[in-house]
Every structure is written in structure tokens, then in C-alpha cells.
């Protein structure tokens, strides 16, 4: 491990190789603890650049913590919608709640205060800590844990037992003391951006004269690959119930007003608002939604209408690959489900939906017979 002038000068290049190359992201223009945590939250598995757009939307209407901590959840999840990973705007949201009944609506500065809130983990702690507050935690993330193991040539996985302890030692050695939340960013930076996890540009590494893994020649070779979890196929069928108005039917998330529906809903889209889906074998889609919609919203009466089949969704959500087979009926009158809405389908961002019920809601609107139909309803 580094010491001496050796650390001061690790320390002095990276910081100031950060200090001129660091990108200019909003969420770096200031110190407020409420903004720091926002972008934390959201960064987690998510790229940057998609979480920009729904920072500055979400600050613009939720300015404070009070402000998030009363506003209806409806309202936070659509403000979070197409953003994926829905607890975690729950979890903000009861731990705003916390902040403002026991922290006067100031995230905490103890780390056993910070780590007791909804949402709030070890890595999340500490860089929250450090950057809004200069506390002296070190972070660890998968980004901060590959520079590290590529500079001391840690080999084998990094988050098996003991590894991921050595690291996080490394990490709180390391950091710089006068300025954790600078030295934080400018790891996370430098693993964000140089030392990426297929082609690390070590050339340009402002610290690659302290790399053992530079030195030795092998570090692409860090972290070592895991073994991929295989693809799991999933077929679904969704029901796009459209009304002589042009509205289609919603069914709500298990947290609004429960509907007839859930039970049998797959979990993909049942955690937001959605088309009547259910899971069915692909020769058998329309028969097998027909059956669903028949027992779940027409209360086992016979439904006679011909489902019409619309262009195929593909969508991919960690280890599953989904394929949507969308289907369009027309009813006179939409069948009177608990909890659930009429909406037209250029209006759906006005509820919390997944990107996979949007692209559902697309495949109905682009249909030309669909097209046709509004057109001449309209
Ligand atoms: Fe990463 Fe290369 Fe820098 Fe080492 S020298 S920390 S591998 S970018």
C-alpha cells in the first residue's frame, strides 16, 4: 500500500487531474446534501446522461425535502417513470418522510443516522457524507473497486468474502483527508471514464506510474468476468381495451386501489400502471389473454370480441428478455374495474408507467388501423 511521498503524490495527481478533466454534471455545481442524495439515488444503475433530465425535473418540483416528503407518491413515481428501479423513489420518499420528522428536513451528517434511512447503504452514505458535508468516509462501488484492484493487481472476483473488505480498507487508506468529497468524485471519475472495465486508456492515467496491474500487463484482465446469467425468454400478452372515445383501460400498481386483475398480473408491470397483461405460451397468446381478460375483467362472463394483434415489443429487464405480444380490442364500454383508469394513449405520462407499457402503448397508436379508427372518431 502507498505511503510517504508516494501517497501525497497519488493523491496530488489525481486531485488535480479531477479538478481539470472532471465533467461538469449538475449535481457537481453544488454542496446541498438534498441534491447530492437525489443524484446518488438515481445514478444507481443508471447511466448519466439518462439521469440528468429527471434531476432537474424532479428538483424543479420538488425542491426541498419537505416538498418530496408531501407530495403524493402517485406524483413522486411519475416524476421517477421510465426511470426503472421504482423502490428507490419509493425509499427517497419515506426517508424524506424520516428526514423531515426527526432530522428538522436536513439529511443527516452521523453515518449511523444517514445508514438508518430508507435506501441509504454504505456506498450511498459515504458519498453523501463526504460530498455535501466533507465528512471522511471512502466509497466503494463497482467503478472505485476495479481502479483499486487494477492498482494493487488484486486478481479473482471482487465482491467474494474478504475481497471486497480489502478493498474498502484500501479505499478509506487512500483517501485524501482534506478533501474526501473531492477525492471520492475524482475516484469514482477516474473509474467512470479512464479506467473503464473493457479497454482502461492507461496512457492518459493520471496515476498509472503507481499501477501494478499497468506494470504487469494485464489490466483488462481486472475484475475477472462473472459468469453470465443466462437469458430467461418471457412471453406476455397485453390488452390494449380501447373505448369508442379513444380511451384505454389501466389497471393500477398493487399500491393504489387494488384491482380485480393483480393476482394474476406478472411482476414486470404490475409494480406501475398497465395494459391487462398475463404471462401465456406464444402459440397460444390470444387465447390464453382472452381466458385472463374474461375471468379478471369481465367476471367470468364470455368476451366475444376479436382481438386484433398490433406490431411485437421486445423489451429486456436484467436477465429476462421480454417479448410482448399486444393485442387491441374496441368495446362500447369499458368493463367497470376496481381502481383502474380511462386514459387516452397519448396521455399515459400523466400516470406512473413502465417503459414496457409505453412501448405497448406505441405499438397501438402506430398501428394503422389504429390510426384510422382515432382519426375517424376524433
Ligand atoms: Fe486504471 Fe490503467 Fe490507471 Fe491503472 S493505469 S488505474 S488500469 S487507467
Redesign the pocket.
Known amino acids: 500500500m502507498l505511503s510517504g511521498a508516494a501517497l501525497t503524490r497519488f493523491r496530488k495527481n489525481l486531485l488535480a487531474w479531477f479538478s481539470q478533466f472532471q465533467r461538469d454534471l449538475p449535481w457537481r455545481r453544488t454542496r446541498d446534501p438534498y441534491h447530492i442524495w437525489l443524484s446518488e439515488i438515481m445514478l444507481q444503475q443508471t447511466r448519466v446522461r439518462a439521469v440528468i433530465p429527471y434531476y432537474e425535473r424532479f428538483l424543479a418540483r420538488f425542491p426541498t425535502v419537505d416538498a418530496l416528503a408531501s407530495a403524493p407518491e402517485e406524483e413522486v413515481l411519475r416524476l421517477w417513470s421510465g426511470l426503472g428501479y421504482y423502490s428507490r423513489a419509493r425509499n427517497l420518499q419515506r426517508a424524506a418522510q424520516q428526514i423531515v420528522a426527526r432530522h428538522d428536513g436536513l439529511f443527516p451528517r452521523d453515518l449511523e443516522e444517514a445508514l438508518a434511512l430508507p435506501g441509504i447503504g454504505a456506498y450511498t452514505a459515504a458519498a453523501i457524507l463526504s460530498i455535501a458535508y466533507q465528512e471522511e468516509h471512502a466509497v466503494l462501488d463497482g467503478n472505485v473497486a476495479r481502479?483499486l484492484a487494477?492498482?494493487s493487481a488484486v486478481r479473482g472476483a471482487l465482491r467474494a468474502n474478504g475481497a471486497w473488505q480489502g478493498l474498502q480498507k484500501t479505499a478509506t487508506h487512500l483517501l485524501a483527508n482534506k478533501s474526501p468529497g473531492d477525492w471520492n468524485q475524482a475516484m469514482m471519475e477516474?473509474g467512470a471514464t479512464?479506467?473503464s472495465p473493457r479497454s482502461?486508456?492507461?496512457l492518459l492515467?493520471p496515476?498509472?506510474e503507481f499501477?501494478e496491474?499497468?506494470k504487469r500487463g494485464f489490466?483488462d484482465l481486472i475484475p475477472e468476468k462473472r459468469a453470465k446469467r443466462d437469458t430467461v425468454e418471457v412471453t406476455l400478452a397485453a390488452l390494449v381495451l380501447l373505448d369508442t372515445q379513444n380511451r384505454a383501460l389501466l389497471l393500477p400498481p398493487p399500491n393504489g386501489a387494488k384491482s380485480s386483475a393483480a393476482d394474476d398480473v406478472p411482476t414486470l408491470v404490475s409494480r406501475t400502471w398497465h395494459f391487462p397483461t398475463v404471462s401465456v405460451h406464444f402459440d397460444a397468446a390470444a387465447v390464453e389473454l382472452k381466458k385472463f381478460t374474461e375471468k379478471s375483467l369481465f367476471a367470468g362472463r364470455k368476451f366475444s370480441a376479436k382481438l386484433q394483434p398490433l406490431s411485437k415489443v421486445r423489451h429486456a429487464v436484467t436477465y429476462r428478455a421480454v417479448t410482448v405480444l399486444p393485442f387491441q380490442v374496441r368495446v362500447e364500454k369499458l368493463p367497470n374495474v376496481c381502481g383502474a383508469k380511462a386514459l387516452d394513449l397519448d396521455n399515459l405520462s400523466s400516470l406512473h408507467v413502465s417503459n414496457l407499457t409505453r412501448k405497448v402503448a406505441q405499438a397501438a397508436t402506430k398501428d394503422p388501423l389504429t390510426k384510422k379508427q382515432r382519426a375517424a372518431s376524433a
Open positions: 481502479v487494477r492498482l477516474l479512464l479506467c482502461p486508456q492507461c492515467c496515476v498509472g499501477c496491474a499497468r489490466a
